[in-house]
């Protein structure tokens, strides 16, 4: 028996970890078609969420099993003792020719929704809240001066515990999150003299944390992340600052190592974290002797040609099933348009 589907614009990408052929969870499947997920290597330097799929034997038990009216996962159809295709499952084989003259694969931009719920890592809404205790105080220039100084100051603030930070610039949640921003871009730098000594004693103070890279080099962000926790701790000796602070005695959106912009700005807001409503699905890469490299989604149009090596009894059965279930179009893979051009015995 023969079975020709046609189908067209079959996206060949996977936007969810686990498997089909498993019970979902209970949290359900993660999303990871996400810009940050899609970025994230592995320990070998590969993009694990960025997945390609093809055609299986899989995705043809499914078509299957979709043509006689079992709407089920597959892995759900097999556990049932009257699973039609138990024993014939090792003489079906396929062909997939998804090279089409007039629609051949083809790479597109696709923006993916997320429903998940997750939120802009970079955007907030509602008014801005400028007169929270943490910029209106007295130890507030203090506080914020700590991000005015050059690494190399820093490093000394670091050191001293006496040091006293001069500070005339006036902090409001937006210029604390640009000045963050510009001290993300200073590069790593190597561990060495007054670093290493300022490295020592933040280790001191926050043992759980871990500054260097995997090149034994540091980033000075993390300096300055930590170094408010350090100065935290100094003003405490002089001021009240349990109003200015979370609940767990730090500062929003800042830990000792990283910031994250939404978070802090929950804090200074009238509204919630803005969501996510969909991103581009691309990933980008530099690859040695290329440069960067774009991979998007890919949409493949073709005919699946699928056999069953089975007596003519069976066949004949299958046929009259698939007639009666009378499923016109159905999806092959992840969205696109399939259905039966051709049905032979």
């Known amino acids: 028996m023969r079975i020709t589907i046609k189908y067209e614009a079959s996206w060949r ?13 209970k949290e359900k499947r993660g999303f990871i078609g996400s810009m940050t997920n899609l970025g994230k290597r592995n320990s070998d330097g590969q993009y694990p969420n960025f997945i390609q799929r093809d055609i299986t034997h899989n995705t043809v038990m499914g078509v299957l099993n979709r043509l006689i009216g079992d709407q089920r996962k597959l892995y759900q159809s097999k556990q049932c003792p009257n699973y039609f295709f138990a024993e014939a499952e090792e003489n079906i084989t396929f062909e997939d ?15 993916i929704r997320n429903m998940s719920g997750s939120t802009d890592q970079n955007a907030f809404t509602g008014m801005i809240k400028g007169n929270d205790p943490i910029f209106s105080s007295d130890y507030s220039d203090a506080f914020w001066g700590v991000l005015t100084l050059d ?17 005339t610039r006036t902090f409001d949640p937006l210029n604390v999150l640009e000045q963050l921003g510009q001290l993300n871009k200073l590069k790593s730098v190597e561990v060495s003299g007054d670093i290493k000594t300022a490295l020592s ?11 260097l890279d995997a090149k034994g080099m540091v980033k000075p962000i993390m300096f300055y992340c930590s170094a408010l926790y350090l100065q935290i701790s100094r003003l405490n000796q002089h001021f009240d600052l349990s109003n200015a602070l979370t609940k767990s005695g730090g500062i929003s959106g800042i830990s000792k190592r990283r910031f994250t912009p939404k ?10 974290k803005k969501p996510i409503w969909g991103n581009p699905y691309l990933l980008k890469e530099k690859r040695k002797g290329e440069g960067e490299v774009v991979s998007m989604l890919t949409k493949a149009s073709g005919t699946l040609d699928i056999h069953l090596d089975i007596d003519s009894e069976k066949a004949t059965q299958l046929k009259n099933m698939i007639e009666a279930a009378g499923v016109s ?4 893979g992840k969205k696109g348009l399939a259905y039966v051009d051709n049905l032979r015995i």
């Open 13 to 25: 990408n996977s936007f969810l970890d686990g498997s089909n052929n498993e019970p979902i969870p």
């Open 97 to 111: 020719h998804p090279h089409d003259r007039l629609n051949p694969i083809s790479k597109e931009i696709v923006y």
């Open 151 to 167: 690494f190399y100051t820093l490093c000394q603030f670091i050191i001293h515990s006496d040091f006293v930070v001069e500070n």
């Open 201 to 211: 004693e933040l280790k001191s103070h926050f043992s759980d944390s871990e500054y």
């Open 263 to 272: 978070d802090f700005m929950d804090r200074f807001t009238t509204g919630s």
């Open 329 to 332: 179009s159905f999806y092959l």
